[in-house]
């Protein structure tokens, strides 16, 4: 499972595949690919697979590939897979029904054998919101509100309503965490999340955000909290040791050494 005390993992972000090179050209997902990367992931130890949700596909949203349900990817990939886990990160917790989002949740960790991990962010295109006759500047208590409704009716509270349930259950308590920021503050994710996710950035500026995290932990609960870097590496054919910058990330062949 990711997010042990003194552990480090690894793992991959899905869809994979070549980016098309016209400006705003998009190419819908390839699923034959995505289930035959996920098996290779699978039985080569990695730790998990990590899947984006893009509730609308748009020439403006930074990765042109048409993405697909993150919930019916996740349950394809469910089935071609044993041991790895299966990630969201993140669900647009605004954008969907909390209980909706926990059915789905549910769902797929009892499909996967207990093996998925939910995923939650707040949004950031004011078009997408507008979309969903929602207001991008109520996202903050949006994904307050819809957290508490998700995370009561995943432990079995539906509004107080006893004659509902949510099913079927793996067994285990399903964890949940904050990607981004969620237009939280640190000390808001550390209680309510099993751990955070956040992005690449310089060295120097991570360094002080870990430490900005670490604090945070502290002084809201006792209870071990992990801390996830996303970082994009665009791996090219040579096997040059030249390591460039890009956004969130780098490029560079399989020799490539940042010299840290």
């Known amino acids: 499972m990711l997010f042990q005390p003194e552990k480090l993992s690894l793992g991959i972000v899905l869809p994979i595949q070549p980016r098309t090179i016209k400006e705003a050209e998009t190419t819908d997902i390839d699923f034959a690919l995505q289930l035959d990367l996920a098996a290779r992931a699978d039985a080569l130890g990695f730790a998990a697979l990590w899947v984006r949700d893009v509730p609308l596909n748009s020439p403006a949203y930074p990765d042109p590939i ?6 019916v990817l996740l349950g394809a990939l469910a089935a071609m897979t044993r041991r790895i886990t299966l990630a969201t990160g993140a669900i647009v917790l605004p954008l969907r029904h909390p209980l909706h989002i926990a059915k789905a949740a549910l769902s797929l960790d009892a499909l996967s054998g207990g093996r998925f991990l939910l995923g939650l962010g707040s ?4 078009s997408e919101f507008k979309a969903f006759g929602e207001n991008l500047a109520d996202r903050r208590e ?5 957290w508490e409704t998700l995370s009561a009716a995943i432990a079995g509270d539906i509004g107080g309503r006893e004659e509902y349930r949510m099913a079927p259950r793996s067994g285990r308590d399903l964890p949940l965490i904050a990607v981004g920021s969620s237009s939280q503050s640190l000390e808001w994710i550390a209680r309510n999340a099993l751990a955070w996710m956040t992005y690449h950035r310089p060295l120097a500026v991570q360094k002080d955000r870990i430490g900005l995290w670490h604090g945070a932990v502290a002084r809201s609960t006792t209870a071990f909290r992990g801390l996830g870097q996303a970082m994009a590496l665009d791996l090219v054919d040579t096997a040059s040791d030249r390591v460039e910058e890009i956004t969130l990330g780098y490029r560079t062949g399989r020799k490539g050494s940042c010299g840290f």
């Open 142 to 146: 949006l994904f307050r509100s819809h």
């Open 123 to 126: 949004g950031d295109r004011p």
């Open 66 to 71: 048409g993405h697909s349900d993150p919930f």
